[in-house]
């Protein structure tokens, strides 16, 4: 029987069914809790409790803020009772100073105004209205201090009235107050309030704050509620009380007027928590706090508590916290609350208190409020239990019933392995298709069979020689072919019964004693000697597969030697027998990779000097034979760490590496280019001729670690060399190169400069030297290139280049075009006439003059062509440019005294304009013989109605020379520069010659 194989672990068709099985009600309920999940169900109904809770507060706490912002609403009775007492002050009944001494003092004011307080009362539906008269500073007074004042108590607001107000009460009051009103007095009566300064915020905070106020505020802003819940002395009853100073027109705080709200049962009943429907254990808390209400944490304080949680009490501290959703929690004596808390707008937003909030806040234990979505929870847990058993019950009833066939058809097909002549006959199963498959396997059985006999006898009758074995883990034997043995050289080997130990014994010998030369992914060629001193090259390949070795012996030697030839051709050079480009490139970047293994290098590039005179005199098979000699050379004189190939005609590279210093490597240059010389071809003639190279050096590290950059380095030198003087081999240097590229970058920006016009012109007025007015114009080139900077720079290139007509042609048409456009633009003086340079020995052609005259035909009459000095005027070339402007032909003679310009071609120019240089011109002031150089100019032109232009000009004291030796026209950076748009002349030049003018 075959073993599974191992790669994959196997499984049972009764386990494969029912995993699918589970897998799919596995899915199925993943969807179903998926589906809970992603609906938030629970979390849903958790949210709706929430929302109602929280909603049920907003509505109760807009009750309850109305509530208490009706009933803190005292201005009307705050009035009256200023109102009654200035009346009894102004009469002298009673007075400020003494009204709060005893009940005598302030027994009129209280009986003036205790009908209005129980009217206030009962249209307020309180619990509670007192007044308390002060008209001393409270941080004065000490604990037991008595003021005069009423407090009148109503147990039952919400009760019906008594005509006879036998349902209110007198909690303090002077006794002839009681007997004047007939109200009954409470069980813990007193004739004045007692004051307690912890006890008494609801007289102290209003009070004393109104008093110390230094901008004093309407009375209502200094009202106060408590934040502690505070009781009557003898009197158990919790007060929730709200007061404000009674403060007179002139400012005087004289006591207090304020509502007191009966904790229990008055405002409990005001705050119902069975409304909160969460089975009674709701509560309702009025709280106050002085954090601000964004805060994360809250610290809170009871006034009033609606529960029957007996762990909340009024007058306790609470610590609020909202998460991250913003919902608020609480936490008292381990118990959880959910929280929803609405802010009571009670105080003014400038008023003394508005730092301490007013809340509404209803609590409701986390476990009750959420009790209902933990039910759901539980039934869905239950659902998907029971679910989950009855689908596994059933998924293993249906897989058992599936997988009994197939196992009955596996177990045969197992049992007709050990019959492999005899195609096996299974039993039907009573399903479709696991019968056709029956059938199938049954006659593709056979098939296979008949095929093996077939391949069989066709390999004993072919002529390929390739043999083969198989090992099979069932089988004690290995079969192999015939000629397995003899292809592997070993004849006396019989192929029959072999065991597999003795096969394996007998290959591995045979590897061992023979080499593999090549291997490859499976396969591995081994070299096996033949008749004649010749090589047999045998393959052999080995696989497995389910525990079966299958192998591979091919008789290879044909496509082995083809495979070589091919190599060789692909790495070496034909002719020569050395490197050639490509496999060089390989080795070199193999080398560069390790820089510890190249230490010292040079790289050698070479060049025949005499190849092409010998291929044009002796022909390309001579040149060949030339070549060949200088790559045998090459290859038995460079030492055996060096790498030499043709890259490519006549030119070889060396790469020497490995050394220890230059010198060393100098050394095995010198030997090389010694044995070059000793190398000698016979020449067709019977001439002999030795060979010759030129070559350049490269040194790696100090040229560069880079071959590229090495190689345009040697290739450098190697230029120099066949430039200057042939046959040498000269080392590589950077400074050379450097001025090269210097040179070749400025060449570069100059062809540029041609080819893009890339010039500019600025233009430097010439000046009438008798009012100053604007004469002329010339016209300077510049330019603006990173190297390329200067015109002389550019003539200067233009010489060695042979680029003056060029330059010339660019002058003419660029300049004359600029100062066009600038007059058209109003820019320059229509009238003044433009200067430009032309140089000495060059005209333009006739056809290029022509195409100017087209162009510029209006510009011809105002033109001054001005003969430069870096070239000997030529009368050929001067006669061209008289014919080519005809009669409108204006000349300037440039820079004369200096270069070129001398007496000779004054003569042949015969200008109009004679322009004096610049370096006669600098410091003409103070030179006698340069003065008398201009007298001797001028009286010359003058005499032949030339004008004479002094160039140069710096300073006041050259201008002023100038102008007394009778010079016509003025220019120089004194009176402008040259510019894009030049400025008039300046102001202090044109001072200077009106004074000339005058004097």
């Known amino acids: 029987m075959v073993p599974a194989p191992q790669s994959r672990k196997m499984h049972s068709v009764f386990f494969t069914i029912f995993f699918s099985l589970l897998l799919v009600l596995v899915i199925e309920l993943t969807l179903l809790i998926g589906t809970i999940i992603v609906g938030q169900v629970p979390s849903q109904l958790d949210d709706n409790a929430e929302e109602v809770l929280c909603e049920q507060v907003e509505n109760r706490s807009g009750y309850l803020h109305n509530f208490l912002v009706s009933s803190q609403e005292l201005t009307a009775l705050s009035t009256y009772i200023n109102s009654q007492t200035e009346a009894l002050l102004a009469d002298g009944t009673i007075s400020l100073d003494t009204l709060d001494f005893g009940s005598a003092a302030s027994e009129p004011l209280l009986r003036a105004i205790s009908s209005e307080l129980v009217f206030e009362m009962r249209a307020k539906k309180l619990s509670g209205i007192y007044v308390i008269f002060c008209s001393r500073d409270l941080d004065d007074c000490v604990d037991g201090t008595r003021f005069p004042g009423i407090y009148v108590r109503d147990l039952d607001p919400d009760g019906p009235y008594s005509d006879r107000n036998a349902d209110l009460s007198l909690e303090f009051a002077p006794a002839t107050l009681v007997q004047s009103t007939g109200l009954y007095t409470a069980s813990a009566w007193q004739p004045a309030f007692e004051y307690q300064r912890e006890a008494s915020d609801f007289l102290y905070l209003p009070y004393q704050t109104a008093r110390n106020a230094d901008t004093l505020l309407s009375a209502d802003d200094y009202g106060h509620w408590t934040r502690f819940p505070f009781c009557l002395p003898d009197d158990p009853r919790s007060v929730f009380s709200y ?71 009024a007058g306790n501290t609470l610590v609020l916290q909202k998460d991250a959703s913003g919902e608020s929690f609480l936490t008292i004596d381990g118990t959880r609350y959910f929280a929803s808390e609405q802010p009571l707008a009670l105080y003014s937003r400038n008023a003394p208190f508005s730092g301490e909030h007013w809340l509404l806040i209803g609590l409701v234990p986390v476990k009750q409020l959420y009790s209902f979505s933990g039910s759901v929870r539980q039934m869905l847990v239950i659902i998907v239990v029971l679910t989950l058993l009855a689908g596994v019950f059933a998924s293993f009833i249906v897989s058992r019933r599936l997988a009994q066939p197939i196992t009955r058809l596996s177990k045969q097909i197992s049992a007709s392995q050990n019959q492999r002549y005899q195609v096996p006959t299974l039993s039907p199963t009573g399903i479709c298709e696991l019968d056709q498959f029956s059938a199938a396997f049954t006659q593709r059985s056979q098939e296979i069979l008949d095929t093996s006999v077939k391949f069989q006898r066709i390999m004993e009758l072919a002529s390929v020689e390739i043999g083969g074995f198989e090992k099979r883990p069932d089988v004690d034997t290995v079969y192999v072919t015939d000629n397995f043995f003899s292809l592997l050289a070993l004849p006396d080997v019989a192929p029959d019964s072999l065991d597999k130990d003795w096969f394996d014994a007998i290959l591995n010998g045979w590897k061992q004693t023979h080499e593999y030369v090549t291997r490859a992914y499976g396969s591995e060629v081994y070299a096996l000697p033949a008749s004649g001193g010749t090589v047999r090259y045998i393959l052999l390949r080995s696989g497995e597969e389910r525990g079966t070795q299958v192998g591979l012996v091919e008789d290879v030697t044909t496509s082995m030697q083809e495979r070589r030839r091919i190599e060789h051709e692909r790495d070496y050079d034909v002719l020569t027998g050395l490197y050639n480009r490509f496999s060089f490139m390989r080795k070199v970047q193999e080398m560069f990779a390790h820089p510890d293994k190249m230490r010292h290098a040079a790289l050698l590039m070479t060049d025949l000097d005499d190849l092409k005179r010998i291929n044009d005199t002796y022909g390309h098979d001579c040149g060949d034979r030339y070549i060949r000699l200088t790559g045998q050379c090459l290859a038995e004189n460079i030492p055996a760490n060096a790498v030499c190939s043709r890259l490519s005609g006549d030119e070889f590279v060396v790469l020497l590496h490995g050394y220890e210093s230059r010198d060393a490597l100098r050394a095995d240059l010198t030997h090389l280019q010694e044995a070059m010389s000793t190398y000698t071809a016979v020449l067709p003639s019977g001439d002999t001729m030795h060979i010759a190279i030129s070559g350049g050096v490269a040194w790696y590290p100090d040229d560069s670690r880079d071959f590229a950059t090495l190689k345009r380095y040697a290739d450098f030198a190697l230029y120099q060399v066949k430039r200057q003087r042939k046959g040498e081999i000269r080392e590589f240097d950077i400074g050379a190169y450097n001025r090269e590229a210097y040179y070749a970058q400025l060449r570069q920006e100059f062809s540029a400069l041609l080819e893009n016009s890339s010039v500019f012109y600025h233009f430097q007025p010439l000046f009438s030297a008798r009012d100053g007015h604007v004469v002329a114009y010339e016209a300077l080139m510049r330019v603006n290139m990173p190297l390329l900077r200067s015109p002389e720079t550019i003539m200067k290139l233009a010489h060695e280049e042979n680029r003056l007509y060029d330059i010339e042609h660019l002058t003419l048409f660029k300049g004359t075009q600029t100062f ?97 240089d610049i370096a006669i011109i600098r410091g003409i002031d103070s030179n006698i013989d340069k003065q008398q150089v201009v007298t001797d100019v001028v009286t010359y032109a003058h005499a032949r109605q030339m004008q004479v232009v002094a160039e140069g000009i710096e300073n006041e004291a050259e201008l002023r020379t100038v102008l007394r030796l009778g010079v016509d026209l003025l220019q120089g950076y004194f009176l402008a520069r040259p510019a894009a748009i030049p400025d008039p002349i300046a102001p202090a030049a044109l001072k200077i010659l009106k004074d000339a003018h005058f004097a």
């Open 243 to 313: 007061s404000q100073p009674l403060i007179l027109p002139d400012g005087t705080v004289y006591g207090v007027v304020g509502i007191g709200l009966l904790s229990d049962p008055y405002l409990r009943g005001k705050l119902p928590t069975n409304e909160l429907q969460n089975e009674g254990s709701g509560s309702y808390l009025l709280c106050s706090t002085t954090d601000d209400l964004s805060a994360d944490t809250l610290t809170l304080q009871i006034a009033v508590c609606s529960s029957s949680d007996t762990a909340i009490h």
């Open 820 to 916: 066009e456009r600038l007059v058209s633009c109003g820019k320059l003086s229509p009238d003044a006439k433009l200067f430009i340079n032309s140089i000495a020995n060059v005209s333009l052609t006739d056809a290029d003059f022509a195409d100017f005259r087209r162009q510029f035909a209006p510009m011809l009459k105002k033109m001054v062509i001005e003969i430069t000095e870096e070239e000997e005027t030529m009368p050929e070339v001067l006669a061209i440019k008289r014919r080519q402007l005809g009669g409108t032909a204006v000349f300037a003679l440039d820079d004369y005294g200096s270069g070129y310009t001398n007496s000779n071609n004054l003569l042949l120019l015969a200008p109009h304009y004679i322009k004096v």
